[in-house]
């Protein structure tokens, strides 16, 4: 399997590009890298190009762009997840996860129940681009700084549906929320493992481009039940149908 990295790297033939510090660990240590190594760049712009390393040391490796593998496309889904603040180690488990699902945006949220107080998004950020670097896609999710539920909501875009999942039981089954609204602009909602408070429930329940849905009779932890949503969204609505 050929070596993928992300980087902000312009990517044309001929480029000469130069990984350093944990890039260049990784294609030197890990992957154990030699000259004449082929590997895949990508940027999240200009497809994917194949590059051979032509020099390395311990400290960096020097590559030379040589042809595009497979050109820029867009997205087929359109799917934001904003999930409240979790453990950290459920939350990078969330979002390698969530990017192998084709997510486009994460937006980690504090909620009345939430149990961190802080979130480390540079972290998150890496955890992405390893997650797309093994999964083959050509971009990386979006990681937004985490703000307050209310503060999310006060500015939402027009035309993307919010599908809210309920853990108390309300709304109507995902799957006929999600065969109702088809392929559009959506976002995902998941609460914290203690639930929504009742006043963000009330709030969530009256805005108009919000749906309250069902996940099934049992509760789910906060990352399970995010990523059976967003299994139930590929192969309902997203690029599990192809």
Known sequence: MTIRLFGPWPLAAGTRITAENEQ??????????REGTEVALFNGHDGEWLAEVT???????????????????????DVWLLFAAIKRLRIDFLVEKACELGV????????????????????????????AEQCTRLTVPEIRP?????????????????????????????????????????????????????TELDLLRILPFA????????????????????????ALCGDWRR
């Open 24 to 33: 260049a660990h990784y294609l030197v240590h890990v992957m154990r890298a």
């Open 55 to 77: 020099g390395l040391n311990r400290k960096q490796c020097v590559l030379v762009v040589r042809n595009q593998r497979r050109p820029q496309t867009p997205e087929e889904t």
């Open 104 to 131: 486009s945006v994460l937006w980690p949220l504090f909620t009345r129940h939430a149990t961190m107080t802080r979130v480390n998004t540079d972290r998150l950020r890496a955890h992405g681009i390893a997650a």
């Open 146 to 198: 985490v703000v307050p539920l209310g503060t999310a909501l006060a500015d939402w875009p027009e035309g993307r549906r919010l599908i809210v999942c309920d853990e108390s039981g309300g709304g109507e089954t995902i799957a006929d929320a999600m065969t109702r609204f088809g392929s559009g602009p959506v976002a995902l909602l998941v609460g914290p493992e203690g639930g929504f408070a009742k």
């Open 211 to 234: 749906t309250t849905v069902s996940l099934g009779p049992r509760i789910l932890r906060a990352e399970t039940a995010a990523l059976a949503a967003l299994a139930c969204w590929q």
